[in-house]
């Protein structure tokens, strides 16, 4: 009994503390941050997705550019909650917050089964909420967007995804992530691929310790049944799909890239899109997106790979929107499965605790460092050109600059490398997470050595 009382405790500390940390965000947020002027508010892809809200509104065929034309969802619920067409911005902003409130949530409740320590539960949840480009304080900036609802979905599936693993015979659990599945590809159709990952939730048996042995045990014919009934959610979004693009006009396509190509084959656009980004261009905004934690990953490299190689619906859900962010912006696919990255983040930080817990100081600076890069001490800028080759050439950062420039008094496009302005910001930015990222995985593993040394003596 008393351990159940600590339990409830400890719990009762932790979502207040968390639940303390989303209403600042919220505040601060709302009383600081502006909101961008590009478009007259609307922002880049917002414009299109206003039009379809406006055309759910008065009952139109929606028409739009593809891939906008089919993320459906977020601009159909904006016309629903709406009385008239001026209210439109704003309860796309509402809807944007709600569910990056939720997700926030949702990233807490699945770390708590998997990392015993509350702190580091507390800490990890807090990064989705703090990052400056992540849909919270992204819906202050700009709140005419679906990414909220984009990493609701990939946030709710881990969690559920979870659940069944534990306990597949669950029906109500099933029931819901098909439901989350069918929403989430009428928001991005990009989630029907998402969705074919699902039937690798489940845990493999004890007896498959090869990689052969493993693909076998996928068609022994009890796990093969139970794999079967979860491609449901797989349907549900595959039917999404199809309802999505039906009495629908396409106006044109994204990237003057593809229409170079023809609107042809969408594997030579891929093969286009990746062979144009620069390789430091991607490392610039895997930093920035994720932040000089991802030292932690990389000093307990064997405890990520462990859990990974159990997960294997982990691995591929990284490797797909490792693939995302090499053909489009980024620092936005990165953050989509940011639910994810922050549960292999407090993985590790939960299996270096000892040594994080002996070394506060290396711990403090990892943390501060963090914060620094995801801006949680400046607003994000908003006034701006609609296009960055409207800003004049000689309009440099003239603030120190360390993961990001210290101030709010520059342009956003040079905070965004997807721009692609240019000079000197990219790469004292990259230069200086190296650095970093080296060092303090240098001291992490030489503090770890000399524990273990002292632990056999």
Avoid at 29 to 57: I, K
């Amino acid at each position: 009994m008393q351990t159940s009382k600590k339990s409830i405790q400890f719990n009762a500390r932790e979502w207040f503390l968390f639940f303390g940390v989303l209403l600042a965000v919220h505040l601060l947020s709302y009383f600081t941050q502006g909101h961008t002027t590009v478009h007259q508010g609307l922002g880049w892809d917002g414009r299109v997705y206003f039009n379809m809200a406006l055309q759910f509104f008065q009952d139109e065929t929606i028409a739009a550019r593809s891939p906008f034309v089919y993320r459906q969802f977020t601009p159909w619920l904006a016309a629903m909650f709406s009385n008239s067409p001026n209210d439109l911005l704003s309860t796309f902003k509402v809807i944007n917050l709600i569910f990056a409130t939720l997700t926030a949530v949702v990233i807490l409740l699945t770390l708590a089964p998997i990392v015993p320590d509350w702190r580091i539960r507390v800490f990890a949840a807090s990064l989705f909420p703090l990052h400056f480009f992540a849909p919270l304080r992204l819906s202050y900036f700009d709140g005419n967007h679906v990414t909220s609802v984009a990493m609701f979905a990939i946030a709710s599936t881990i969690y559920l995804m979870q659940k069944l693993r534990t306990n597949p015979y669950n029906l109500q659990w099933l029931a819901l992530l098909s439901a989350v599945a069918f929403c989430a590809t009428l928001n991005r159709s990009s989630f029907l691929i998402i969705s074919a990952l699902i039937p690798l939730c489940l845990p493999f048996p004890k007896h498959a310790t090869t990689f052969s042995a493993k693909i076998r045990s996928l068609f022994e014919m009890r796990s093969f049944f139970l794999r079967l009934r979860l491609l449901l959610p797989m349907a549900m979004a595959l039917l999404a799909y199809l309802l999505v693009r039906q009495d629908t006009i396409v106006t044109g396509y994204y990237g003057e890239e593809k229409s170079a190509l023809n609107q042809g084959s969408t594997l030579l656009y891929f093969i286009y899109a990746v062979y144009e980004k620069p390789f430091f261009w991607l490392l610039e905004e895997f930093f920035i997106a994720y932040g000089p934690l991802v030292v932690v990953l990389l000093w307990k490299r064997e405890v990520i790979a462990k859990h990974l190689s159990e997960n294997w619906h982990w691995l591929l859900l990284l490797l797909l929107y490792l693939l995302y962010a090499a053909l489009s912006s980024a620092i936005r696919q990165f953050l989509t499965v940011m639910p994810l990255y922050i549960i292999l983040i407090a993985l590790a930080m939960q299996a270096g605790l000892p040594i994080l817990k002996k070394h506060k100081i290396i711990l403090s600076v990892l943390v501060a460092a963090q914060m620094i890069s995801q801006r949680i001490f400046w607003t994000t800028p908003h006034q701006m050109p609609n296009e960055p080759q409207l800003i004049p050439a000689d309009a440099p950062i003239s603030t120190p600059i360390l993961f990001t420039p210290f101030s709010s008094d520059f342009m956003f496009y040079d905070i965004v490398p997807y721009f692609n302005r240019g000079g000197f910001y990219g790469p004292i930015v990259i230069a200086e997470y190296i650095i970093f990222t080296a060092i303090i995985l240098y001291l992490l593993i030489a503090k770890e050595e000399i524990h273990n040394r002292g632990s056999k003596k």
